[in-house]
C-alpha cells in the first residue's frame, strides 16, 4: 500500500510567526461568518482578492473533514441549479501562498449563519490544497469557510504572517460536443452502471463522491486506438479500471501524469478486443474486489497499464475496497470508443438475471434457453466466442448463487 501523505511540522513556525505578529495584523473583513464576502452568482467565474489571514481570529465552528486555524469566510446564492466548484489549488490561483489549506461548504436553512448543515468538506485534493465541487440549488444560500490546515497540538497561529489565502468559485465546465455526462448518481458495479448514450463519445463527465467509484457501460470499437485518460480532467488522485461485459478485470492505471503525477490512462494492449466493457473511475486508493473480498489488482508498479494480478486476478468485481479517497469532479478523455451497443450486443449486466428485471428467479432459465437455442450472443455467458453446452454450465452456476 502507498504510503500516507504526512503533514509538515509547523509548529515552532508557527508560534513564532504569531508572536511577531502580535496584534499588528488586521483582521479580514470576512473572519466571522457574519462578515462573509458575498459573491453574486452572476460574477462567476470568481477569484477572491488575496487576504493575509494572520489577522484572522479562530472561529468556534466545529472542525469538519481536518483541524482549522486562521479562517475566513465567504456566501454564494445561485439563481440556477449548478454545480459549482470552490478551490485554492494553484492551477487557479497564482497568488495564493498559503501551502496547506481546508474548505467547508455550509447551506443555510434561512439565509444567515445561525442554521449552518455541513454539505462537504476538503482537506488536501491539489496537493496540501483543497478542492470541493457540489451540487448547488438555486435560492439557497451557501457558505465557504475556508483557511489554514493545523495539527491539534499546534498554536492556530499562521505558518507566516505573510502568507496570503484567496478562493476560486466557478461553475463546473459545460461538456464538449460528444462528452457523456452522468446523470445523478451512477453505480459502481456492472448491475447499475450508467450505460453511456448518444454519438460520438469522446469523453464522460461526472462528479466522484468522496469514498465513491462511477462505473459506465460503453463499447469499445477500435481497440487498436482505445484510450481513456483523466490527466488534466481531475484534480484529485484517480484510479481508471476496465471491465469485460460480465465484469472480468482487463486493464487497471494508478499514476500516469497531470496534478502531481497521479492522475491515470489506458492505453490498448494486444489483448483488448472489440466489445461492450465497463469503464470505472475510483479516488486512490479504493480498489475492485471479487465476491470473497480478496483485490483483483495489486496495488503496485503504480505506473503500469495492466491486467488484473491479485488475488482475486480470475474473478468478477463484487465490490469495492474502504478506503474513503478524496473525489471531485473528473473529465475522463476517450478514444476508440462508442455507446454502448454501438458496436457490441448490449447485454444483460448481470447472467443470472438474463431477463433483466432485478431479480434472480425462473423466468430468468425461461428467457435464458429460446435464446441460447437460436444461438443469441448474449447467451455466450462464458465468452469464449461461441454458445455452446459449456453456456448453459456457467448460467445455471450463477443462477444458483443467486446473482452475478
Known amino acids: 500500500m502507498r504510503h500516507n501523505r504526512r503533514k509538515y511540522s509547523v509548529g515552532v513556525v508557527a508560534v513564532a510567526a504569531a508572536l511577531a505578529v502580535g496584534e499588528a495584523a488586521a483582521q479580514p473583513v470576512n473572519d466571522a461568518c457574519g462578515g462573509a464576502t458575498e459573491i453574486t452568482f452572476s460574477s462567476l467565474p470568481y477569484v477572491a482578492p488575496p487576504v493575509a489571514t494572520a489577522g484572522a481570529a479562530r472561529g468556534s465552528e466545529a472542525d469538519a473533514c481536518a483541524w482549522f486555524g486562521y479562517t475566513v469566510w465567504y456566501k454564494l446564492t445561485p439563481t440556477s441549479d449548478a454545480e459549482v466548484i470552490f478551490e485554492t489549488c494553484a492551477e487557479r490561483l497564482a497568488a495564493i501562498t498559503l501551502p496547506d489549506t481546508v474548505l467547508s461548504l455550509y447551506s443555510s436553512s434561512d439565509g444567515t449563519c445561525d442554521r449552518l448543515t455541513l454539505e462537504d ?26 483557511g489554514q490546515y493545523r495539527q491539534y497540538f499546534q498554536s492556530p497561529g499562521p505558518v507566516s ?23 445523478g448518481e451512477t453505480g459502481e458495479l456492472p448491475s447499475s452502471a450508467q450505460v453511456v448514450e448518444g454519438s460520438p463519445l469522446t469523453g464522460i463527465v461526472g462528479v466522484l463522491d468522496d469514498g465513491d467509484s462511477d462505473m459506465y457501460r460503453l463499447d469499445i470499437c477500435d481497440a487498436t486506438a482505445f484510450t481513456a485518460s483523466t490527466v488534466g480532467g481531475a484534480l484529485f488522485d484517480t484510479q481508471l479500471f476496465l471491465f469485460n461485459s460480465i465484469g472480468q478485470g482487463v486493464l487497471f492505471n494508478d499514476d500516469e501524469g497531470g496534478t502531481l503525477g497521479k492522475q491515470s490512462r489506458l492505453t490498448s494492449t494486444a489483448q483488448l478486443q472489440p466489445g461492450g466493457y465497463f469503464l470505472a473511475v475510483s479516488a486512490f486508493d479504493r480498489d475492485p474486489l471479487d465476491s470473497a473480498l480478496n483485490q483483483m489488482w495489486l496495488d503496485t508498479p503504480y505506473r503500469s497499464v495492466r491486467g488484473p ?65 437460436v444461438s ?9 466466442g461461441g454458445v455452446d453446452g459449456r453456456d448453459v454450465e456457467t448460467f445455471f452456476v450463477a443462477w444458483e448463487a443467486g446473482g452475478c
Open 309 to 373: 494480478d491479485g488475488p482475486g486476478a480470475q474473478h468478477k468485481v463484487s465490490a469495492w475496497s474502504l478506503e474513503n479517497g478524496n473525489g471531485g469532479g473528473y473529465t475522463i478523455a476517450l478514444s476508440g470508443c462508442a455507446p454502448a451497443g454501438v458496436c457490441s450486443v448490449l447485454c444483460p449486466p448481470c447472467i443470472a438475471d438474463f431477463d433483466n428485471n432485478g431479480g434472480v428467479d425462473g423466468n430468468d432459465i425461461a428467457a435464458f434457453f429460446p435464446a441460447w437455442e
Open 121 to 146: 468538506c476538503n482537506d488536501d485534493t491539489c496537493g496540501f490544497r483543497s478542492r470541493v465541487a457540489h451540487q448547488l440549488a438555486a435560492g439557497t444560500t451557501y457558505f465557504v469557510q475556508v
Open 376 to 384: 443469441d450472443p448474449c447467451t455466450d455467458v462464458n465468452l469464449d
Open 161 to 183: 504572517p505573510e502568507d496570503v489565502l484567496s478562493l476560486s468559485v466557478r461553475i463546473t465546465d459545460a461538456p464538449t460536443a460528444g462528452q457523456w455526462t452522468e446523470v
